[in-house]
């Protein structure tokens, strides 16, 4: 017997409960990057209860859950991030976070209960599967270098054929979903810049070599690179997002120019081969501006994610897939976005599709944007992310 379409949509709404349950404690109870321990556990635990599933842990905090299917066939992943960030949660919910400064504001708590429902739906589906799934719950997603590269080097991905993914959106409204074929997220690098010249007495700049306004022609000079080195078709952001220097808060002594100010930024680019071209543009410009005012400096560049490219096929067929279970008025176009997400780790070793999940609601108010302290979803999202999940999987593996 083969599970219908409509079938599958009862089975995630019946997870609903189970789901809302899971993702309201990962929300009160969230942890940073790199420090998901009481979360894995959490999920692992959840994942051996379900039965039917090989659980494993490729790192310190992630887990990843096999199931082979009663017929041969190809080898498909999904992934789900766990971690939180680094803010204050200021909403009234009572679910809210119980940890000081750390809060679920992207969604992840989302995509790990949706990931569990979709597993343990799958586990009693075994018969109908051709091939294997396999389930990854990642840690970092938010930190550079990142979780995924860590459990790729495990190998978790060694003889995956294909890979999907899915995320959340506040901005977007609940019910609709968005897909695409190429470009997606850019791929990313960060960069931290120290000017040194001389300090001294503000009454007295003729003595110093002024780190601040130095700092402030390499901040407004390397904005001409996006718009004077790069062709104006490429899509490419570069902002300084960090400057410290001189007098610290409550300090009283204005009157000090500091011997040196640090600057930190991030830039974004789709085109990979042209992000590797830019640090030695943007270390043109801060040796020129520092070598004129006889100052030196420092300047270190960290290359971050590859970009997103949904594979073609791939997203025609989870697209398919979408329109099939949801209708076409339900599913638009994906505009590329400049956030960086290291699903595209995943994709460096199988070809694969992410796409977006509406969960924004403005009846309820809930609009704020990731990574905001009042950021929220509407739960209402979750089964239609379980939806859509198994919807894809059905038919890729088929």
């Known amino acids: 017997m083969t599970t219908t379409f409509e079938q599958l949509s009862c089975l995630a709404d019946h997870m609903k409960e189970d789901m809302v349950q899971w993702r309201r404690y990962l929300h009160e109870n969230p942890e940073l990057s790199f420090q998901e321990e009481k979360t894995s556990q959490f999920v692992f635990d959840t994942l051996q209860s379900f039965g039917g599933l090989e659980v494993t842990r490729p790192t310190k905090t992630s887990v990843m859950a096999r199931l082979i299917g009663s017929r041969p066939g190809k080898t498909l992943a999904l992934r789900a991030d766990m971690d939180a960030l680094p803010l ?9 976070s119980k940890n000081p400064g750390i809060m679920h504001a992207c969604g992840h708590d989302g995509h790990t209960a949706m990931l569990l429902a979709c597993a343990k739906i799958l586990s009693g589906l075994k018969n109908q599967i051709k091939g294997e799934i396999r389930f ?7 930190v550079p270098p990142g979780g995924a590269i860590e459990m790729v080097e495990a190998g978790v991905m060694d003889g995956v054929d294909m890979v999907i993914g899915l995320h959340l959106i506040s901005t977007m409204e609940v019910g609709t979903l968005a897909i695409n074929s190429g470009p997606l997220h850019p791929a990313l690098g960060n960069f931290d810049i120290k000017i040194l010249g001389k300090g001294g007495h503000g009454a007295s700049p003729h003595e110093t070599i002024d780190s601040l306004t130095i700092a402030a022609q390499v901040v407004t000079n390397l904005q001409q690179i996006v ?20 007098a610290v808060e409550g300090d009283m002594a204005y009157n000090v120019i500091p011997d040196a100010l640090e600057l930190g930024g991030t830039v974004r680019c789709f085109n990979e081969e042209l992000l590797h ?31 997103v490219v949904n594979d073609q096929q791939i997203a025609s067929l989870v697209e398919e897939a979408l329109i099939e279970a949801f209708g076409a008025e339900a599913v638009h176009k994906a505009k590329p976005i400049m956030p960086g997400e290291d699903f ?55």
């Open 88 to 96: 204050q949660e200021e909403t009234s919910y009572e679910f809210a």
């Open 136 to 142: 990854l719950f990642q840690h970092a997603e938010e």
């Open 227 to 246: 718009s004077r080195n790069i062709d104006p078709f490429e899509t490419v952001a570069l902002s300084i997002t960090k400057i410290h220097g001189g």
């Open 277 to 307: 071209s830019i640090p030695a543009l943007m270390e043109r410009i801060i040796k020129g501006i520092t070598d004129a005012h006889g100052a030196n400096y420092q300047f270190s560049y960290k290359q971050g994610y590859h970009p």
């Open 344 to 398: 595209s780790e995943y994709l460096q070793k199988a070809p694969g599709a992410y796409f977006y999940i509406g969960a924004g609601n403005e009846t309820k108010g809930i609009t704020y944007p990731h990574h905001h302290p009042r950021f929220a979803i509407d739960e209402e999202a979750l089964p239609i992310g379980v939806q859509a999940f198994l919807h894809a999987v059905f038919k890729l593996l088929d």
